[in-house]
């Protein structure tokens, strides 16, 4: 079987978590003995990675919503294209239909309304528009990673009957749980979509707590200046380090205005850590809702103030977190790509 991944960014350009993502179905795609081929944006000169063939396109990757020509190219030769919406998915479906080959689109984020109190009134709206262009076509598979993530495409007008929801794998073996600390930990871009801002009016009222804030973003600054001595702002964070983090936090905080899985809660809940969320995934810890400053704050003070109560929530995540496997993710694939191809 022959496959065309379609997707803006590629590693070693960008290793964001949903670049990661394709990467890891790619690598474990082509291990099960398919042929893949990843059309991106990039420099012309990085023609394998991984092993893996790359075709990058040097333009900028909004402009992926208009490399049509591409990826009827190089689709030609093969049995699929998978995609993934935002930039990459409209050229990719339009190719497919014109050459008869069937499109799975994974979808990696769909947030309807969520984009108006992320991106204000009027982007908002753009965005809304947007993204449902992008999504409500009909792709002969698309693929949530959650049940949550695929109530709120079907919310935007995606048709239930042609998606699936295939949970993610998760490479847990590397996070350890040491000896916990009572702090509070928050790991991700420093944007709007993420919620830290309240996480901070939180922190406002629980000066006895210490709060660390890893990653870097748009809101960086503006968020620093508005955050109370017990906040402490970490910025980067290797991988190595980070595990380490995770390792030692006895909460973690991932207070979300929009998330179709959040791939940083898989993370803490392999860490042993007790968790406090406004996404609605299977986790042990308490969940809060969007903007509630107030319920976050009680929830954080509670289990900071419980450590017993913690620790056993954290253990309970360490084992929940073993459902999430990539050999199981990618046989489930591949089984769509069959069906889809007859």
């Given at each position: 079987m022959k496959i065309l991944i379609t997707h803006e960014l590629f590693p070693p350009e960008c290793d964001r978590m949903g670049e990661r993502i394709v990467y890891i179905i790619a690598k474990k795609l082509q291990e099960?003995?398919?042929?893949?081929?990843?059309?991106?944006?990039?420099?012309?000169?990085?023609?394998?990675?991984?092993?893996?063939?790359?075709?990058?396109?040097?333009?900028?990757?909004?402009?992926?919503?208009?490399?049509?020509?591409?990826?009827?190219?190089?689709a030609k030769d093969c049995d699929l294209i998978q995609t993934s919406n935002y930039n990459a998915c409209l050229p990719s479906f339009i190719a497919g239909k014109l050459l008869g080959k069937p499109?799975?689109?994974?979808?990696?984020?769909?947030?309807?309304?969520?984009?108006?109190?992320?991106?204000?009134?009027?982007?908002?709206?753009?965005?809304?528009?947007?993204?449902?262009?992008?999504?409500?076509?009909?792709?002969?598979?698309?693929?949530?990673?959650?049940?949550?993530?695929?109530?709120?495409?079907?919310?935007?007008?995606?048709?239930?009957?042609?998606?699936?929801?295939?949970?993610?794998?998760?490479?847990?073996?590397?996070?350890?749980?040491?000896?916990?600390?009572?702090?509070?930990?928050?790991?991700?871009?420093?944007?709007?979509?993420?919620?830290?801002?309240?996480?901070?009016?939180?922190?406002?009222?629980?000066?006895?707590?210490?709060?660390?804030?890893?990653?870097s973003g748009e809101q960086e600054e503006r968020l620093k200046s508005i955050a109370p001595e017990n906040v402490e702002f970490l910025g980067f964070v290797s991988n190595e380090k980070l595990v380490g983090l995770y390792s030692r936090a006895l909460v973690f905080c991932l207070p979300s205005v929009g998330e179709t899985l959040g791939f940083v809660l898989l993370e803490a809940m392999a860490s042993g850590c007790a968790i406090v969320s406004t996404v609605p995934f299977d986790y042990e810890g308490i969940k809060v809702n969007v903007g509630n400053v107030k319920q976050l704050k009680n929830a954080i003070n509670y289990l900071i103030n419980n450590p017993k109560k913690a620790l056993k929530m954290g253990g309970k995540n360490r084992k929940k977190v073993k459902q999430y496997n990539w050999d199981k993710f990618i046989e489930e694939l591949i089984k769509t790509y069959e069906e889809v191809i007859k």
């Open positions: 099960r003995g398919l042929e893949v081929k990843v059309l991106t944006t990039g420099d012309p000169r990085i023609k394998k990675y991984g092993g893996i063939e790359t075709i990058r396109l040097p333009i900028h990757r909004y402009l992926m919503n208009l490399a049509f020509p591409p990826v009827l190219k190089h499109v799975v689109c994974l979808v990696q984020g769909v947030y309807g309304k969520k984009w108006l109190e992320m991106r204000g009134y009027l982007l908002g709206i753009i965005s809304m528009l947007v993204e449902k262009f992008q999504l409500d076509h009909d792709y002969d598979k698309l693929i949530f990673f959650s049940r949550y993530g695929r109530d709120a495409g079907v919310e935007i007008g995606i048709d239930e009957k042609i998606t699936r929801i295939i949970e993610p794998g998760f490479e847990r073996k590397k996070y350890k749980m040491k000896k916990k600390e009572p702090f509070v930990l928050f790991v991700g871009r420093l944007a709007k979509q993420k919620g830290v801002e309240y996480l901070i009016e939180a922190a406002k009222d629980l000066p006895d707590i210490k709060f660390k804030i890893a990653g």
